[in-house]
């Protein structure tokens, strides 16, 4: 999973290497590339980093590209550890 | 995992000796969780959710159960979210929290998106960091490596995995390294106890309830020295070395797959195989830390 992978127009971009396209070569994690695509995540909203604004795609795409963003990072959810919890 | 009182977990990293004279009294403790326990006081409580104030989820509650058994005197705010909760309410809350100018916040969530840091929740847990220890649970995605999600890759935050109250490593604590290859949990405490005040039975295995542990004590430091850096480092550098003792499944990987395996970990070897992405720097010494902090403070007030 990776918070900085965007889907945009069909095609993966990298949210901190843009205007680059996600692949191994420009990942900025190298190796770790190749488990962070493994899966993803879909995110309706954006961070513009670092002013931490919350965008929806388009706006995070015109951000980057006017230099708005430094790099953009998709919205997520976070929780409590379910696996370990007991069921009630 | 075998389970124990809350007595064992608190004897293993030494908080008996520390509660004998420490009540907790003038510590203000933020939990931002699923709510507040209907048999409990709070100082003040903020709810961001539609829902009621008090917990129905058996987390929260537990998690306050536990700080006022080991600080009965301490002053306790509560801020309810959302589970799960999208990361600009998490934000809110911080923000909230620092309102109250807390010792010690304790964030039992997590998520497991391996980060650099430098997503906006690390990045507001590093700003809030600068004021209060945010402590938050490393998560229970173990024993698989790079488990420990935002925001507990935060660099500022405190992450907490687990042990059992004998003190070995919780095989489902989550491990690192974090993205940028920084090693986390920063320490481990016990987990699955009995909570007396709750029931006599019942157990709370997690790093959510791991956590409470290290919050409690990050409160006492604070609020003796107030400076949440050198907290987070004495925490850190007293903490007790613990046993690596492999508690997973066997791997029986055969031929290539097998091949490939030794490749990928050697490769890894150095970031993965450190043993701070597993117990970060030990378990949990409440004495040792409460030590150097009053023998710092002391240096502090002679010199000035």
Same mark, same amino acid.
């Given at each position: ?18 205007? $680059? ?10 190796? $770790? ?14 961070? $513009?980093?670092?002013?931490?604004? $919350? ?34 | 995992?075998? #389970? ?15 509660? +004998? ?32 104030? &008090? ?10 159960? &536990? ?15 959302? @589970? ?23 964030? %039992? ?6 980060? =650099? ?18 402590? &938050? ?12 999600? %935002? ?20 095989? #489902? ?10 090693? +986390? ?11 007396? =005040?709750? @029931? ?23 609020? @003796?020295?107030? @400076? ?33 395996? &030794?490749? #990928? ?40």
């Amino acid at each position: 999973m990776c918070m900085f992978r965007l889907k945009h127009n069909g095609e993966y971009i990298c949210g901190k290497r843009y205007p $680059l396209k996600c692949s191994a070569a420009v990942c900025p994690f190298g190796k $770790l590339h190749k488990i962070l695509v493994k899966t993803d995540f879909r995110s309706k909203m954006f961070w $513009l980093m670092p002013g931490k604004h $919350l965008v929806g795609l388009e706006e995070a795409i015109e951000a980057l590209q006017n230099g708005e963003a430094d790099y953009v990072v998709k919205s997520f959810s976070i929780g409590v550890a379910r696996n370990a919890q007991r069921k009630h | 995992m075998p #389970k124990g009182s809350i007595e064992d977990a608190l004897n293993i990293t030494k908080f008996l000796e520390v509660m +004998k004279e420490e009540t907790g009294d003038g510590c203000r403790i933020v939990i931002i969780d699923s709510g507040i326990a209907e048999d409990l006081e709070v100082e003040d409580a903020i709810n961001l959710t539609d829902e009621s104030i &008090i917990d129905v989820d058996d987390h929260g509650s537990i998690i306050q159960h &536990i700080i006022a058994h080991i600080l009965p005197e301490a002053e306790i705010y509560a801020i309810k979210i959302p @589970d799960p909760v999208p990361d600009h309410i998490l934000i809110s809350a911080l923000n909230e929290a620092m309102k109250w100018k807390p010792h010690a916040i304790n964030l %039992s969530f997590t998520s497991e998106i391996p980060s =650099d840091g430098s997503d906006p929740c690390s990045v507001y847990v590093d700003h809030v960091s600068r004021n209060s220890v945010v402590a &938050i649970c490393a998560g229970n995605g173990g024993p698989r490596f790079m488990t420990i999600g %935002s925001p507990a890759t935060a660099k500022e935050a405190l992450t907490v995995g687990a042990t059992d109250v004998r003190g070995r490593l919780w095989v #489902k604590s989550s491990r690192g390294p974090t993205l940028d290859g920084r090693w +986390k949990p920063n320490i481990v405490a016990p987990t699955n106890f009995i909570i007396p =005040d709750l @029931d006599e039975e019942e157990t709370w295995p997690g790093t959510s309830f791991s956590t409470p542990i290290a919050t409690a004590l990050a409160a006492i430091l604070m609020r @003796d020295i107030g @400076d949440s850096f050198i907290v987070r480092r004495a925490i850190e550098l007293t903490a007790t070395s613990i046993p690596i003792v492999f508690t997973g499944q066997k791997i029986t990987l055969k031929g290539m797959r097998k091949a490939s395996f &030794i490749k #990928k970990l050697f490769e890894a070897w150095p970031r993965l195989m450190d043993s701070r992405n597993l117990i970060g720097m030990g378990l949990l010494n409440a004495v040792e830390a409460i030590k150097v902090v009053n023998r710092l403070r002391l240096i502090t007030q002679t010199v000035s």
